[in-house]
Nanobody, 118 residues
Framework: QVQLVESGGGLVQPGGSLRLSCVTS????????MAWYRQAPGKDRYFVAG???????????GLEESVKGRFTISRDNARNTLYLQMDRLKPEDTAVYYC????????WGKGTPVTVSA
């Protein structure tokens, strides 16, 4: 049975940092590319950062929105755990954060809420 359990969110001031964790089970974590996604109130869920099984990373880096250079995705295959280090947080990073495969499964965990506010 697949499980994705996200944690580490909370309330933080602009410019602050948080480290998110996602403990997984029920599938071959080490063999799969994984990703973090986020969903702000009233918006669709979308990709934030990804990491291949070999450790190659990719990040949201658009004209209007970017986390590149502020967020760092990593994984511990021995612990079946995915991480997201978030630095220099901005109010627009406020969202519920989810982990899943880079090609998402139908199953999603509950996510962990992140609020960036003064």
């Amino acid at each position: 049975q697949v499980q994705l359990v996200e944690s580490g969110g909370g309330l933080v001031q602009p410019g602050g940092s948080l480290r998110l964790s996602c403990v997984t089970s029920g599938f071959a974590f080490g063999a799969d590319a994984m990703a973090w996604y986020r969903q702000a109130p009233g918006k669709d869920r979308y990709f934030v950062a990804g990491i291949t099984s070999g450790g190659t990373t990719s990040y949201l880096d658009g004209l209007e929105e970017s986390v590149k250079g502020r967020f760092t995705i990593s994984r511990d295959n021995a612990r079946n755990t995915l991480y997201l280090q978030m630095d220099r947080l901005k109010p627009e990073d406020t969202a519920v954060y989810y982990c899943n495969k880079a090609r998402p499964m139908n199953y999603w965990g509950k996510g962990t809420p992140v609020t960036v506010s003064a």
